[in-house]
């Protein structure tokens, strides 16, 4: 533990000893857990984000959309409103957040989006509004325990994984290791392409600590798409690359473009960044010195992009989005059968 957590641990002895009596009030039953009809599926993690969750929600959309009715219900971070909100044309990351208008604007009329902060309250409204709903994926909902989730994904990342992280604020944990036990399936995310299958053993063993022997875990990677035009057709492929990023950890993103691209300049902002004239002014001015620059940024950070006066400042270079898509390194069967054996099982009910 460094000085800095140190210092800062007794204040995590005071917030873990709160999450732990939250928690346990649920497991006594003398705070209530709320179930619904449609199966809900929960993503979600036990620290404080960058864990991969929104890639994790658009790869459970594209194994389910086609045999599902399905709805995405998040908090929607970064948003300008407050309250239920359903995603329509009208809406826009400013009014749902950025990764929600992100999924909005992939799939359209094929799924239903939802943002609201209290899924107890927001669940009914969804149903009212799109009662042929069968399925509905809670994104990083771990501890909003008030909703009864028919299957939680715990996701922790191969660079910090939970069991050597410390609760807030010596950490960057919401609660105690141990809540990984909540846990149907937990999913290792970020790792590198090829692993040794020792260290693959060894992360088994330590989650296990936490999360119960035989709990199943999976490992899994991102895998970056080709760059895609942020209006308009394709040019040539890019070469010379300004990155701009609004991430919790823009590490992995950063060494992805530096392999495939000449990385001249990269502009890092903070995770669900509202990002202002002047910002992207700066950035648009840099790029247009570079002779073949072009701006390179994630599908998340572009959903804000779309607001009509920094789309406009955006006209005067070329912008491209990197899509990012979840990977599993192996188990990806294991883990689709688990899956579908808790949705089979809760639609016969």
Request: hydrophobic content about 40%.
């Amino acid at each position: 533990m460094k000085i800095q957590q140190t210092l800062l641990y007794p204040f995590s002895i005071v917030y873990d000893g709160i999450t732990r009596l939250r928690n346990h009030l649920y497991e006594l039953e003398m705070k209530k857990s709320v179930a619904f009809t449609p199966v809900l599926i929960n993503v979600g993690n036990l620290s404080v984000g960058g864990t991969g969750k929104t890639p994790m929600v658009e790869y459970l959309i594209r194994l389910l959309q086609q045999d599902y009715r399905l709805a995405t219900l998040s908090r929607g971070y970064g948003r300008r409103t407050r309250g239920f909100r359903l995603a329509g044309p009208e809406e826009s990351a400013k009014t749902l957040g950025d990764e929600p208008y992100q999924l909005y604007q992939a799939w359209k009329d094929k799924i239903v989006v939802a943002v609201g902060e209290e899924r107890t309250a927001a669940i009914p409204e969804i149903l009212y509004a799109h009662p042929e709903v069968e399925l509905i994926l809670l994104d990083d909902a771990f501890q909003h325990r008030a909703v009864k989730a028919d299957f939680n994904i715990l996701l922790t990342t191969w660079q910090r994984p939970f069991f050597d992280d410390y609760v807030l604020p010596a950490g960057r944990l919401r609660e105690a290791r141990k809540g990984a036990a909540r846990a149907e399936a937990i999913v290792v995310t970020k790792c590198p392409p090829s692993v040794d299958e020792k260290k693959l053993e060894a992360y088994r063993t330590s989650i296990a600590r936490y999360a119960g022997a035989g709990k199943p875990v999976f490992f899994s990677t991102l895998a970056y798409d080709a760059p895609q035009p942020f209006k308009g057709e394709p040019l040539a492929a890019p070469e010379k690359v300004v990155l701009v990023s609004g991430l919790a950890n823009a590490s992995l993103l950063e060494e992805e473009v530096k392999g495939r691209f000449q990385l001249l300049k990269h502009f890092p902002y903070p995770d669900h960044y509202n990002y202002k004239k002047e910002d992207l002014q700066q950035v648009v001015d840099f790029a247009r010195q570079q002779e073949g620059a072009v701006l390179l940024t994630t599908t998340k950070d572009a959903a804000k992009w779309q607001d009509p006066v920094l789309s406009q400042l955006l006209e005067r270079v070329p912008v491209y989005t990197l899509p990012v898509r979840h990977r599993f390194l192996a188990g990806e069967e294991a883990f689709r059968l688990l899956l579908s054996k808790t949705i089979v099982e809760k639609m016969k009910v």
